[in-house]
């Protein structure tokens, strides 16, 4: 069992910058992919890359590719979303998630944490 819990959502305006963190706590956790996914309203979960115990993240979709970085620490195996030029359509709820597995489909992630709000403004 893994729990997760995400941090760092907020309102912020187009070309603004935030970064969500994700706290998982269980056992071997350096094991898992540690991944996000977003959902905006009336709309499909997007899958927004994954990270492993080391390297880098990979999997970004086109769009977010080049705003988006994903990075872990293994001090404490928080993961972090760093998200820059942020524009209106990626208001959505941000969802940290993990697995054994390295996984593009949203929906096959084992573990999932409530939700972070992030909405930007134009």
């Known amino acids: 069992q893994v729990n997760l819990v995400e941090s760092g959502g907020g309102v912020v305006q187009a070309g603004g910058s935030l970064r969500l963190s994700c706290v998982p706590s269980?056992?071997?956790?350096?094991?898992?992919?540690m991944a996000w996914i977003r959902q905006a309203p009336g709309k499909e979960r997007e899958f927004l890359g994954a990270?492993?115990?080391?390297?880098?993240?990979?999997g970004y979709p086109d769009s977010v590719l080049g705003r988006f970085t994903l990075s872990r620490d293994k001090d404490t195996n928080t993961v972090y979303l760093q998200m820059n030029a942020l524009k209106p359509e990626d208001t959505a709820v941000y969802y940290c998630?993990?697995?054994?597995?390295?996984?593009?489909?949203?929906?096959?992630?084992?573990?999932w944490g409530h939700g972070t709000q992030v909405t930007v403004s134009s």
């Open positions: 990270i492993g115990w080391s390297g880098p993240g990979i």
């Open positions: 269980g056992r071997a956790l350096s094991t898992y992919f």
């Open positions: 998630v993990a697995d054994l597995r390295f996984l593009r489909t949203s929906d096959d992630y084992e573990f």
